[in-house]
Antibody, heavy 118, light 111 residues
């Protein structure tokens, strides 16, 4: 079965750090761009970042630049979102997704909740 | 405020057809064919139902169809069914700000 499974979410105080993981299975991981999207009830879906197949290219939404870092380990079929200097407005469900045809995200994980609060 | 504009809600009776619009600019929808649509049921992850304006992934019902005219993309659901009750989001590649933008979502209600 083709799937993505996120982990690492939780409760953290402002200024803290978390590392989200996304493990892929059921498909050949290495050729695909991978994306993180977050969702809140108020802002809806927001594209956060993506990473190219060999990990040399990364893009980030302006609001997380300098605070979040993407990495991947193709040997472990995994992608990681390192989040530092977390703020209350980073509170969201974070989804890992595979970049499929024509820039669309064709496979999504179940999501992991990140709550930033004092 | 989302980059793409969708109606907050659309409703229809079983068997009817409904259309959801998604309006952007020439920097996103109008300038590229990379428009996609996602269906999200409560508590679930989004599911891709349309990519590249009008293409359906394998396994997606042909009751879902997409189109684009100028800066506006549209999703049509024909033969509305109870299971179609969900939130629907459009997305597009964008040449400004973030590479990808989403609409705020449309709640579809089957009456």
């Amino acid at each position: 079965e083709v799937q993505l499974v996120e982990s690492g979410g939780g409760f953290v105080q402002p200024g803290g750090s978390l590392r989200l993981s996304c493990a892929a299975s059921g498909f050949t991981f290495s050729p695909f761009w991978m994306t993180w999207v977050r969702q809140t009830p108020t802002k809806g879906l927001e594209w956060v970042a993506n990473i190219n197949p060999d990990g040399s290219g990364k893009n980030y939404v302006d609001s997380v630049k300098g605070r979040f870092t993407l990495s991947r380990d193709n040997a472990k079929n995994s992608v990681y979102l390192h989040m530092n200097s977390l703020r209350a407005d980073d509170t969201a469900v974070y989804y890992c997704a595979r970049n499929g045809p024509a820039h669309a995200s064709d496979i999504w994980g179940q999501g992991t909740l990140v709550t930033v609060s004092s | 405020q989302s980059a793409l504009t969708q109606p907050a809600s659309v409703s229809g009776s079983p068997g009817q057809s409904i259309t959801i619009s998604c309006t952007g600019t020439s920097s996103d929808i109008g300038g590229y064919k990379y428009v996609s649509w996602y269906q999200q049921h409560p508590g679930k992850a989004p599911k891709l139902i349309i990519y590249e304006v009008s293409n359906r992934p394998s396994g997606v019902s042909n009751r879902f169809s997409g189109s684009k005219s100028g800066n506006t993309a549209s999703l049509t659901i024909s033969g509305l069914q109870a299971d179609d009750e969900a939130d629907y989001y459009c997305s597009s590649y964008s040449s400004i700000s973030t590479p990808y933008v989403f609409g705020a979502g449309t709640i579809v209600t089957v009456l």
